[in-house]
């Protein structure tokens, strides 16, 4: 059987955002991955299976995305008990697989690239 060929999405990237990395790189805060589809712990919190996960955030400090189920569970959920922040970091932290290493399987492109007549004159 062929394999199909995988699907295309256009995503917005913060202008100051790193590249993603190859495979098996360590996670640099691309992104990519939680911009083109919620992982799903992401499914749970943004109540979806496409589109962004609303639990990403840019950090302007450290140019880079970063998920707010491990960086401020409360924030997302509304959850304030300390014990339970920190159990959602925690359980974030495993189901993201944080630390493992960019598994995305996602190409970046830029925008393409515009025709005379496309442009404005």
């Known amino acids: 059987m062929p394999e199909s060929s995988p699907a295309s999405a256009i995503v917005w990237l913060h202008p100051d955002a790193p590249a993603k990395p190859s495979e098996g790189a360590p996670c640099n805060g691309c992104g990519l991955c939680c911009l083109s589809e919620p992982c799903p712990l992401g499914m749970v919190v943004s109540r979806r299976r ?25 924030g997302v959920t509304g959850w304030t008990h300390p014990w339970a922040v920190r159990a959602l ?33």
Do not use: F, K, N
């Not at 996960?53 to 880079?64: G, I, K, Q």
């Not at 974030?92 to 515009?114: H, K, N, Q, S, V």
């Open 50 to 74: 496409t589109g962004t996960c609303v639990a990403l955030r840019w950090s302007e400090d450290d140019h880079r995305y970063r998920c707010a189920m491990v960086a401020d569970p409360g």
């Open 89 to 121: 970091s925690g359980l974030a932290r495993r189901w993201i697989a944080a630390g493992a290493g960019c598994d995305a399987r996602l190409t970046m492109t830029g925008l393409p690239e515009t025709s005379s007549h496309d442009s404005l004159q």
